[in-house]
C-alpha cells in the first residue's frame, strides 16, 4: 500500500515491526529484506513518487523536480563545492548515472582493520552483492548503446595501456539517450523505486511519502518509532496533517546529509561526538575534449566506460555527458568565443576525474529549517591528487586523438593542444580553490565502529547508543569507498536488515 499527501488528512497512526524512514539504495534494500523476511515493515518518504512520463529533459526544471534544494545545495568553506541529492521516491539513485561497483575488497578490509568490525568480509558480502545485482539487472551495457563517447575513452586506454573497462550499470532497455540526472524518461534505468519498491509493496509493505520525519520516540534508551509532517508536494510547504509509526526497530537512511541533521535536531546517538562530521565524498571535476570527428556525445549511455588503472592510487577516471546548458558551464570564454566552442557541441566530450577524498568536513543541522549547512574545505593532500587525475585525464584525452581540451584549472591555459603541453597542469602550483569541482557521493557523517568512541554505530549499523535504532545509508562508511557507492550502500543495507531481522 502507498499513502501520498492526497491520502492522508488529520493525523494517521501506524504500527509495525520496523519503520524505515527514507526510500534511497539503503533504505529501499533495508526495508526490502525485512519485509521478506516477514517483517511487517512501513517506509517513510518526504519526496514524491514521480513516473517516467513526468520526468523532463529541461534539465533545470528537472533540478527543481527532483533535488534538494532545488539543485542548489553546496558545500561551503574557502571554496563553494556543489553536491547534488535527490528528494523523490527512490532518492539519489533516480537522478544517478545508474554506474554500479562493488565494494572493492582492498578497502572492505581497510574499513574491518581501521574500525575493528565484525561480521564484514568478502565472502560474507558476496551473496549480498549478488542479490543486489540480479535485483537492479546490473551488467554491462550493450556495445549499441554506449556510444562514441565511451567508445573513444576504450580507444585512449588501449592506445595509452591503460586499465579501462565497460562500466556494471543498473538498468534494462536502455536506449542511451544521455540525460541520467534529469530522470530516466523511458524507465530503463532500474533505480530502487524500480526495482525494491514495487517488489516490498507485493510483500505487504507500506509506503508513506510527502512526510517529513521531524522526531524519533525514543524512551528509556530504546527507539519507539518516529513521527512526522506531512509536505504538500507542490509548495513544499508542511501541512496540518500528520504520522506517526510505532515499531519495534527504527531505521534511518537519509542519507550522508539527511540522517546526521535528524539525529542533531533530536539530540540523539551522539555520545561520540561524531554525528554531523567526519563528512568524506568522491571529489570530481571533468575535462572538455573537442575532436575532429563527429562524436555526438550525447547519443549514447552517458556514463558507460571508465579506466580505473589507478583506482589504488586513489582516483578514477570516467565518460560523463550532461545536456547542454550543463555542458556549457565546463567551457572557458565569454560571447562569441563560447558560442563558437558549444556550435561544435557533435565534436565534443566531457571525462570526469573522481578522487578518492580524503579530507573530513562538517554537515551540521540549522535552527530554522531542514537544509544542513556544510562545510568541507579540500586539504592540500587532495587538490594534489586532483592535479594528478587531471594531467592523466589530459593525457588520455590526447591518446584517444583528441584534437585539443579545455582543462577548466585557472593557472592552466584554457585551451592545450598537444599532449606534451599537458605537463603544463603538474607545473602549475595549484591550490584546491584552483579546481572547479562537484561533491560526488558524500558519506562518512555516522560512521561505523567497533569502538563506540570512534563511531556512531556499530558494524551492523546499530546505534552505540540508543537500543533498536539502526543506520542503513552511506552516513555509516568509514570514508569513501573509491568508487561509485549505490551497490556498496544496498549490500550493507541488507547486512543491517538481517540483523534486525534475527534480533527483533
Same mark, same amino acid.
Given at each position: 500500500?502507498?499513502?501520498?499527501?492526497?491520502?492522508?488528512?488529520?493525523?494517521?497512526?501506524?504500527?509495525?515491526?520496523?519503520?524505515?524512514?527514507?526510500?534511497?539504495?539503503?533504505?529501499?534494500?533495508?526495508?526490502?529484506?525485512?519485509?521478506?523476511?516477514?517483517?511487517?515493515?512501513?517506509?517513510?518518504?518526504?519526496?514524491?513518487?514521480?513516473?517516467?512520463?513526468?520526468?523532463?529533459?529541461?534539465?533545470?526544471?528537472?533540478?527543481?523536480?527532483?533535488?534538494?534544494?532545488?539543485?542548489?545545495?553546496?558545500?561551503?568553506?574557502?571554496?563553494?563545492?556543489?553536491?547534488?541529492?535527490?528528494?523523490?521516491?527512490?532518492?539519489?539513485?533516480?537522478?544517478?548515472?545508474?554506474?554500479?561497483?562493488?565494494?572493492?575488497?582492498?578497502?572492505?578490509?581497510?574499513?574491518?582493520?581501521?574500525?575493528?568490525?565484525?561480521?564484514?568480509?568478502?565472502?560474507?558480502?558476496?551473496?549480498?552483492?549478488?542479490?543486489?545485482?540480479?535485483?537492479?539487472?546490473?551488467?554491462?551495457?550493450?556495445?549499441?548503446?554506449?556510444?562514441?563517447?565511451?567508445?573513444?575513452?576504450?580507444?585512449?586506454?588501449?592506445?595509452?595501456?591503460?586499465?579501462?573497462?565497460?562500466?556494471?550499470?543498473?538498468?534494462?532497455?536502455?536506449?542511451?539517450?544521455?540525460?541520467?540526472?534529469?530522470?530516466?524518461?523511458?524507465?530503463?534505468?532500474?533505480?530502487?523505486?524500480?526495482?525494491?519498491?514495487?517488489?516490498?509493496?507485493?510483500?505487504?509493505?507500506?509506503?508513506?511519502?510527502?512526510?517529513?520525519?521531524?522526531?524519533?520516540?525514543?524512551?528509556?534508551?530504546?527507539?519507539?518509532?518516529?513521527?512526522?509532517?506531512?509536505?504538500?508536494?507542490?509548495?513544499?510547504?508542511?501541512?496540518?496533517?500528520?504520522?506517526?509509526?510505532?515499531?519495534?526497530?527504527?531505521?534511518?537512511?537519509?542519507?550522508?546529509?539527511?540522517?546526521?541533521?535528524?539525529?542533531?535536531?533530536?539530540?540523539?546517538?551522539?555520545?561520540?561526538?561524531?554525528?554531523?562530521?567526519?563528512?568524506?565524498?568522491?571529489?570530481?571535476?571533468?575535462?572538455?575534449?573537442?575532436?575532429?570527428?563527429?562524436?555526438?556525445?550525447?547519443?549514447?549511455?552517458?556514463?558507460?566506460?571508465?579506466?580505473?588503472?589507478?583506482?589504488?592510487?586513489?582516483?578514477?577516471?570516467?565518460?560523463?555527458?550532461?545536456?547542454?546548458?550543463?555542458?556549457?558551464?565546463?567551457?572557458?570564454?565569454?560571447?562569441?568565443?563560447?558560442?563558437?566552442?558549444?556550435?561544435?557541441?557533435?565534436?565534443?566530450?566531457?571525462?570526469?576525474?573522481?578522487?578518492?577524498?580524503?579530507?573530513?568536513?562538517?554537515?551540521?543541522?540549522?535552527?530554522?529549517?531542514?537544509?544542513?549547512?556544510?562545510?568541507?574545505?579540500?586539504?592540500?593532500?587532495?587538490?594534489?591528487?586532483?592535479?594528478?587525475?587531471?594531467?592523466?585525464?589530459?593525457?588520455?584525452?590526447?591518446?584517444?586523438?583528441?584534437?585539443?581540451?579545455?582543462?577548466?584549472? %585557472?593557472?592552466?591555459?584554457?585551451?592545450?593542444?598537444?599532449?606534451?603541453?599537458?605537463?603544463?597542469?603538474?607545473?602549475?602550483?595549484?591550490?584546491?580553490?584552483?579546481?572547479?569541482?562537484?561533491?560526488? %557521493?558524500?558519506?562518512?557523517?555516522?560512521?561505523?565502529?567497533?569502538?563506540?568512541?570512534?563511531?556512531?554505530?556499530?558494524?551492523?549499523?546499530?546505534?552505540?547508543?540508543?537500543?533498536?535504532?539502526?543506520?542503513?545509508?552511506?552516513?555509516?562508511?568509514?570514508?569513501?569507498?573509491?568508487?561509485?557507492?549505490?551497490?556498496?550502500?544496498?549490500?550493507?543495507?541488507?547486512?543491517?536488515?538481517?540483523?534486525?531481522?534475527?534480533?527483533?
Amino acid at each position: 500500500m502507498t499513502r501520498t499527501f492526497k491520502d492522508i488528512k488529520g493525523k494517521l497512526s501506524l504500527d509495525c515491526d520496523v519503520v524505515v524512514v527514507g526510500t534511497g539504495a539503503g533504505g529501499a534494500s533495508c526495508a526490502h529484506r525485512l519485509a521478506r523476511a516477514g517483517k511487517s515493515v512501513v517506509i517513510i518518504e518526504e519526496g514524491s513518487p514521480i513516473t517516467p512520463d513526468r520526468f523532463t529533459t529541461d534539465s533545470w526544471a528537472a533540478m527543481r523536480q527532483l533535488y534538494r534544494d532545488g539543485g542548489m545545495r553546496a558545500m561551503g568553506g574557502k571554496m563553494v563545492i556543489p553536491t547534488l541529492q535527490a528528494r523523490v521516491v527512490g532518492g539519489t539513485t533516480v537522478v544517478n548515472s545508474a554506474i554500479c561497483f562493488r565494494l572493492p575488497d582492498d578497502v572492505l578490509d581497510e574499513w574491518v582493520e581501521t574500525e575493528k568490525l565484525e561480521g564484514l568480509t568478502p565472502e560474507g558480502l558476496a551473496p549480498l552483492f549478488e542479490e543486489v545485482e540480479e535485483i537492479a539487472n546490473i551488467s554491462q551495457e550493450d556495445d549499441d548503446y554506449l556510444g562514441m563517447n565511451n567508445l573513444l575513452m576504450q580507444r585512449g586506454c588501449e592506445n595509452i595501456g591503460w586499465k579501462g573497462e565497460k562500466i556494471y550499470r543498473n538498468s534494462r532497455g536502455c536506449r542511451g539517450c544521455g540525460v541520467c540526472m534529469s530522470g530516466c524518461v523511458d524507465g530503463a534505468k532500474m533505480s530502487v523505486d524500480r526495482c525494491f519498491i514495487p517488489r516490498f509493496l507485493e510483500l505487504g509493505g507500506e509506503l508513506v511519502t510527502d512526510c517529513r520525519i521531524e522526531k524519533i520516540l525514543v524512551r528509556n534508551g530504546r527507539a519507539l518509532g518516529v513521527t512526522g509532517t506531512m509536505i504538500d508536494p507542490e509548495s513544499l510547504e508542511p501541512s496540518r496533517s500528520s504520522v506517526e509509526v510505532r515499531a519495534r526497530a527504527t531505521v534511518i537512511a537519509c542519507g550522508a546529509m539527511g540522517t546526521p541533521v535528524l539525529l542533531q535536531k533530536n539530540n540523539l546517538a551522539n555520545s561520540s561526538g561524531l554525528v554531523g562530521r567526519n563528512l568524506c565524498n568522491h571529489t570530481a571535476t571533468g575535462m572538455v575534449g573537442f575532436f575532429k570527428e563527429d562524436v555526438y556525445a550525447w547519443d549514447g549511455v552517458n556514463q558507460g566506460y571508465c579506466c580505473d588503472a589507478f583506482r589504488k592510487d586513489g582516483f578514477i577516471i570516467e565518460v560523463a555527458w550532461a545536456p547542454p546548458d550543463v555542458i556549457g558551464i565546463r567551457l572557458p570564454g565569454f560571447g562569441i568565443r563560447h558560442k563558437d566552442g558549444m556550435a561544435r557541441l557533435k565534436n565534443m566530450v566531457l571525462w570526469g576525474a573522481m578522487i578518492r577524498a580524503k579530507t573530513q568536513g562538517t554537515v551540521k543541522a540549522r535552527k530554522n529549517g531542514w537544509s544542513p549547512a556544510i562545510i568541507y574545505n579540500m586539504t592540500n593532500r587532495d587538490a594534489r591528487l586532483m592535479q594528478i587525475s587531471m594531467k592523466a585525464t589530459a593525457d588520455l584525452l590526447f591518446a584517444a586523438g583528441c584534437e585539443y581540451i579545455c582543462p577548466g584549472i %585557472h593557472k592552466v591555459p584554457s585551451e592545450l593542444y598537444r599532449r606534451d603541453k599537458a605537463r603544463l597542469i603538474m607545473e602549475a602550483n595549484l591550490k584546491a580553490e584552483d579546481f572547479s569541482p562537484i561533491g560526488n %557521493h558524500p558519506n562518512g557523517t555516522c560512521r561505523m565502529s567497533g569502538d563506540p568512541k570512534r563511531g556512531v554505530v556499530d558494524s551492523y549499523g546499530r546505534s552505540h547508543d540508543i537500543e533498536r535504532l539502526f543506520i542503513a545509508d552511506a552516513s555509516i562508511f568509514p570514508n569513501s569507498p573509491g568508487v561509485n557507492p549505490q551497490v556498496t550502500i544496498m549490500a550493507l543495507a541488507a547486512h543491517v536488515a538481517d540483523h534486525i531481522g534475527q534480533t527483533i
